[in-house]
């Protein structure tokens, strides 16, 4: 079965870490670029990052500097480390298929809650 499945998500206070994972199966992940996006409540969707079958990365603003994807395709899974959190942060993330501008095409997992709250 072709899918993704994001985890990882949690309660984090303030300035605190979590690290995503995006658990990819059924297609040649390492052919793809992958993404993260999240979803904030009452808002639309917002790219953050993404990393392409090269493993060069690009970051939204709001994640420059506190956030860091990466992926190992021997395990077929992707990854994003976040630093620093703010309540801004709180979100649902989901992973997908494709670049910023592609990704809206693609494959999407089924998101993983983050909660940045003291």
């Known amino acids: 079965e072709v899918q993704l499945q994001a985890s990882g998500g949690g309660l984090v206070q303030p300035g605190g870490s979590l690290r995503l994972s995006c658990a990819a199966s059924?297609?040649?992940?390492?052919?793809?670029?992958m993404s993260w996006a999240r979803q904030a409540p009452g808002k639309g969707p917002e790219w953050v990052s993404s990393?392409?079958?090269?493993?060069?990365?690009y970051y939204a603003d709001s994640a420059k500097g506190r956030f860091t994807i990466s992926r190992d395709n021997d395990k077929k899974t992707l990854y994003l480390q976040m630093n620093s959190l703010k309540a801004e942060d709180t979100a649902v993330y989901y992973c997908?298929?494709?670049?910023?501008?592609?990704?809206?095409?693609?494959?999407w997992g089924q998101g993983t809650q983050v909660t940045v709250s003291s």
């Open positions: 997908a298929t494709g670049g910023e501008a592609t990704m809206s095409g693609g494959l």
């Open positions: 990393i392409d079958y090269a493993s060069r990365t």
């Open positions: 059924g297609f040649t992940f390492g052919n793809y670029d």
